[in-house]
């Protein structure tokens, strides 16, 4: 409606109004124009009624020219934006509809905002065209599977150090758990997956990717060749101690979730850090701490079947032997023992060439023979040789002037006398 004596109606509500004047004026029934209208005959009273009473503008919705319930002042909206350009920089649509209704009590539907954007020119990160893959079923138990990768991301934007997040996704649920590490190697590997274990229980299985901490690079031994057995890293070797099957993708669509994941963190998580005003990776896994669980909260699912398939752990002491680094060494005949460029002697008299050095996540280093601890202690410094003991003196011999070498004639004098030694049979 514009104006006081002027309606302003569609084409749709004015052919509205054409069959219901006809029924009005009897020249169809109120039957046949509920059947061309689409409506019931009560909703076709109620029309012939209000257009008898008001007239033309009755044929209109009532709500039109009105505020609806869900208006939204223009004082909130440049408010809401002036959050998106200020404190929420590059957060999307629902990020934001999330944190307005979170921290500001403001409820904003997400096409909303979004259309706010679009007019505003606000810029977002938005998800880009992907090709086509085939999908694949989720597992239907909780703890069948579990999805896990590292991260590499400046995860405090440029505020701390450079670290890597390690995450765990079980693909039934989509529960995440995620810890930040300083670099992808096979001990942050272990001890994020040894804290998961603790809190969850041991999985069936674990879908990483081909990185040689999960994947050892090398070829078959002669050993593994005539054993019929594959080269295993030491992430391997653990899983296979705690009876867990490892599978190994061959691209990062194959494990697509915790990819996907990923991507999520890297844009939700650095901002929700940025907020928090989290520095160091210390600070970074506090967060994580209170954060997942709201973050499980909201996204993760009920699994296909109730049945959990993360197995107890029953000595939480042998899980921290099993989910470390072992390497065996030459034990000296000094009873010392090398290890990354450091010498360690070892006090316990053991009969034994080879001993096996056992690094945990912890930071601890063990020394073992026959699963039997070492008593050891670390040299700090090699002691240096003496000067003259590591240079070795080379004396050349000088032949003197009467050698045979050191003339023609003495030579072949020499010669001749050789080959009458050996026909005599007797040495000159």
């Known amino acids: 409606m514009a104006g006081k004596d002027r309606i302003v109606m569609s084409q749709q509500e004015s052919n509205r109004l054409h069959v219901i004047r006809q029924a009005i ?10 059947r061309e209208l689409g409506y019931t005959e009560r909703q076709v009273r109620r029309m ?11 044929i209109c919705h009532r709500s039109r020219g009105r505020k609806p319930n869900n208006w939204i002042s223009e004082a909130h909206k440049e408010q809401v934006l002036a959050w998106c350009r200020s404190r929420y920089v590059e957060f999307g649509p629902t990020h934001v509809c999330e944190k307005l209704n979170r921290s500001h009590r403001i409820r904003v539907s997400r096409e909303t905002v979004r259309k706010w954007f679009m007019k505003e020119g ?4 938005s998800r880009r065209n992907r090709p086509h893959r085939q ?6 138990h909780r703890g069948e599977m579990v999805q896990m990768d590292g991260s590499h991301h400046a995860w405090f934007e440029g505020r701390g150090p450079m670290c890597v997040l390690m995450g765990y996704v079980d693909d039934a649920t989509g529960r995440v758990y995620a810890r930040l590490y300083e670099y992808e190697g096979t001990l942050p590997a272990l001890d994020g997956l040894k804290r998961y274990i603790k809190r969850y229980g041991i999985p069936r299985s674990v879908y990483l990717d081909r990185h040689t901490t999960y994947k050892a690079p090398g070829s078959q031994t002669v050993d593994e060749q005539l054993g019929d057995s594959q080269p295993m890293s ?35 998580v650095v901002k929700e850090m940025r907020l928090a005003g989290v520095t160091m990776i210390a600070e970074g896994n506090a967060f994580l701490n ?23 752990v029953v000595d939480k002491r042998a899980l921290d032997g099993i989910l470390s680094i072992k390497t065996e060494h030459a034990l000296r005949n000094d009873f010392t023992v090398a290890h990354n460029k450091k010498l360690y002697q070892v006090v316990t008299n053991v009969r034994t060439k080879k001993v096996v050095v056992e690094e945990r996540t912890d930071g601890r280093l063990y020394i073992l023979h026959n699963g039997q601890r070492l008593q050891y202690t670390e040299i700090a410094r090699r002691p240096k040789k003496h000067e003259t003991e590591s240079v070795r003196i080379i004396h050349r011999r000088k032949q003197p002037l009467t050698h045979p070498w050191k003339s023609p004639a003495r ?13 005599q049979n007797r040495t000159f």
């Open 411 to 423: 030579a072949m004098v020499h010669a001749r006398l050789q080959r009458q030694a050996v026909t």
């Open 122 to 125: 606000v810029a977002y990160r």
């Open 135 to 140: 999908w694949r079923r989720r597992k239907a």
């Open 25 to 34: 004026e009897k020249a169809i029934t109120q039957k046949e124009a509920a």
């Open 290 to 312: 209170t954060y997942l669980p709201e973050y499980n909260r909201m996204f993760a699912r009920e699994p296909e079947v109730k049945a959990d398939f993360h197995r107890p």
């Open 234 to 268: 030491q992430f391997e070797r653990c899983l296979g101690e705690l009876g867990v099957e490892v599978i190994h993708a061959y691209s990062p669509q194959a494990k697509g979730r915790i990819e996907r994941l990923f991507g999520t963190f890297q844009d939700r």
């Open 48 to 58: 012939v009624k209000r257009v008898r009473e008001e007239g033309a503008l009755g």
